[in-house]
């Protein structure tokens, strides 16, 4: 899921499409979180953290 999320992020070309990719993705891991999806919503935020080099 980690490196799903991170190459949808990469994959965008403008920086607005990544806010807005962003912002959805949040969405999502909050949404897991509140139906206690913790390990899916722990999942998206790794992904969100994962280095690019």
């Known amino acids: 899921v980690g ?7 990469v994959s965008q070309t403008s920086f607005q499409q990544r806010k807005s990719l962003v912002a959805s993705i949040l969405r999502c891991a909050i949404t897991c979180w509140y139906i206690g ?5 722990m999942q998206i935020l790794a992904g969100l953290k994962l280095n690019t080099y």
């Open 3 to 9: 490196s799903f999320i991170q190459q949808l992020i």
């Open 37 to 41: 999806n913790f390990n899916t919503a």
